[in-house]
């Protein structure tokens, strides 16, 4: 039995017991009140479970929206602003009202935090950035101190709504980076719902999902508040991504579930369960942090090769490939109607790989004057199938 299917026959609270480190996200509409203020009860609630898990022994990160929205209402703004360098000043305004709220709440609590503001570089591109951030977050829990994570929208906003998306996508990427167990993802929602209109839900809250229903998730429009800029779409990338590396992601809501509760296995919110064993720090680097250069596509043969043995991808079984990369570069692999395989680390220019495709290893030696190298080792090779 594959462990997501043991996963989904397990109850719960099992499964939450062997959560040892822990990201929570909280976004903006349900950190502000209606006058654009910081509604401090909810934060007060949230720092309280915090430091009440971490007291348990649990590693603790907060991944936490509303800068623009605290600077929204400092500034007596009634509408998120549009254009990016009226966006950054206002996150630049309630950056600092948003961590001196935080670090108040800690401090009575005795807790030290750790202001984190990313950029996409750090999380994309550069495999050093990456080991020092991750290196930066194992030192922050040796501390003592939680890590407290925004986006660095005062000087990233562009580049940051293109390359990672919203602050759902920041925090599975967080997740994803420090191998926690569990994502928390606390909105204006209760979870996901199995069906959706133009007004909303209009389904039943589905409680829990399994990896591989994930062609059947229902069709949702991505949608934002008016001090807000995420939804249910970007919530759900957020899930595919953590669930395709290992690792458990709850849908919860903020005012009406408790973090305690849904870390102790309460029936709460949507959790939506592994599809595999954890991915190692490289893999889930190559799979989901380094930019993709290009793609290839690959015959059937090749595709029940690497997704059904475990096989290294060959030159024999690609039949195109697209892009500017060369050796060591991140490339998709992809099927030959176009649906996304996996992921991995090239061992050829795109010009030589164009010389040698469909062709066996004699030929590939022939051609190159060298033998011939698989295209992607499978020790480079992540399946996201």
């Given at each position: 039995?594959?462990?997501?299917?043991?996963?989904?026959?397990?109850?719960?609270?099992?499964?939450?017991?062997?959560?040892?480190?822990?990201?929570?996200?909280?976004?903006?509409?349900?950190?502000?009140?209606?006058?654009?203020?910081?509604?401090?009860?909810?934060?007060?609630?949230?720092?309280?479970?915090?430091?009440?898990?971490r007291?348990?022994?649990?590693e603790?990160?907060l991944?936490?929206?509303?800068?623009?929205?605290?600077?929204?209402?400092?500034?007596?703004?009634?509408?998120?602003?549009?254009?990016?360098?009226?966006l950054?000043?206002?996150?630049?305004?309630?950056?600092?009202?948003?961590?001196?709220?935080?670090?108040?709440?800690?401090?009575?609590?005795?807790?030290?935090?750790?202001?984190?503001?990313?950029?996409?570089?750090?999380?994309?591109?550069?495999?050093?950035?990456?080991?020092?951030?991750?290196?930066?977050?194992?030192?922050?829990?040796?501390?003592?101190?939680?890590?407290?994570?925004?986006?660095?929208?005062?000087?990233?906003?562009?580049?940051?709504?293109?390359?990672?998306?919203?602050?759902?996508?920041?925090?599975?990427?967080?997740?994803?980076?420090?191998?926690?167990?569990?994502?928390?993802?606390?909105?204006?929602?209760?979870?996901l719902?199995?069906?959706?209109?133009?007004?909303?839900?209009?389904?039943?809250?589905?409680?829990?999902?399994?990896?591989?229903?994930?062609?059947?998730?229902?069709?949702?429009?991505?949608?934002?508040?008016a001090?807000?800029?995420?939804?249910?779409?970007?919530?759900?990338?957020?899930?595919?991504?953590?669930?395709?590396?290992?690792?458990?992601m709850?849908?919860?809501?903020?005012?009406?579930?408790?973090?305690?509760?849904?870390?102790?296995?309460?029936?709460?919110?949507?959790l939506?369960?592994?599809?595999?064993?954890?991915?190692?720090?490289?893999?889930?680097?190559?799979?989901?942090?380094?930019?993709?250069?290009?793609?290839?596509?690959?015959?059937?043969?090749?595709?029940?090769?690497?997704?059904?043995?475990?096989?290294?991808?060959?030159?024999?079984?690609?039949?195109?490939?697209?892009?500017?990369?060369?050796?060591?570069?991140?490339?998709?692999?992809?099927?030959?109607?176009?649906?996304?395989?996996?992921?991995?680390?090239?061992?050829?220019?795109v010009?030589?790989?164009?010389?040698?495709?469909?062709?066996?290893?004699?030929?590939?030696?022939?051609?190159?004057?060298?033998?011939?190298?698989?295209?992607?080792?499978?020790?480079?090779?992540v399946?996201?199938?």
């Amino acid at each position: 039995m594959a462990k997501a299917e043991k996963a989904a026959g397990r109850p719960r609270q099992a499964l939450m017991g062997q959560v040892k480190r822990l990201v929570v996200k909280i976004g903006s509409s349900s950190l502000t009140t209606r006058g654009r203020s910081l509604d401090r009860r909810v934060l007060r609630r949230l720092v309280a479970d915090l430091v009440d898990l971490r007291e348990r022994g649990m590693e603790v990160a907060l991944v936490t929206s509303g800068a623009v929205a605290a600077g929204m209402g400092h500034l007596d703004l009634e509408v998120r602003p549009r254009a990016i360098p009226d966006l950054q000043a206002v996150a630049a305004v309630g950056q600092n009202l948003l961590m001196n709220a935080y670090k108040g709440l800690f401090r009575r609590r005795g807790v030290p935090i750790g202001q984190v503001l990313l950029t996409a570089e750090d999380i994309f591109d550069n495999r050093r950035r990456y080991l020092n951030l991750e290196n930066t977050f194992r030192s922050l829990f040796a501390y003592g101190a939680v890590p407290v994570i925004n986006e660095n929208d005062s000087v990233a906003v562009a580049e940051l709504k293109r390359q990672i998306g919203e602050n759902d996508m920041l925090a599975a990427y967080v997740t994803n980076l420090i191998r926690a167990q569990l994502l928390v993802i606390l909105s204006d929602v209760e979870g996901l719902y199995s069906a959706y209109g133009p007004r909303g839900p209009e389904g039943e809250l589905v409680r829990q999902m399994r990896y591989g229903d994930a062609e059947n998730l229902p069709t949702v429009e991505r949608s934002g508040s008016a001090v807000g800029s995420g939804g249910m779409e970007t919530k759900l990338r957020a899930a595919r991504l953590l669930m395709a590396s290992g690792e458990m992601m709850v849908i919860a809501h903020a005012r009406k579930h408790r973090l305690l509760d849904i870390v102790d296995g309460c029936e709460l919110g949507t959790l939506f369960l592994p599809a595999r064993k954890r991915l190692n720090s490289r893999k889930r680097w190559i799979a989901f942090a380094s930019a993709c250069k290009g793609s290839v596509k690959v015959d059937r043969g090749a595709q029940r090769a690497i997704a059904e043995r475990d096989k290294s991808l060959l030159p024999a079984g690609i039949v195109a490939c697209e892009g500017n990369f060369v050796a060591g570069d991140t490339i998709r692999v992809e099927s030959e109607g176009g649906g996304e395989l996996a992921r991995g680390l090239s061992r050829y220019d795109v010009d030589d790989l164009r010389c040698i495709l469909g062709k066996n290893s004699q030929q590939v030696e022939d051609e190159l004057g060298y033998p011939a190298l698989e295209v992607i080792h499978r020790d480079d090779l992540v399946l996201l199938i």
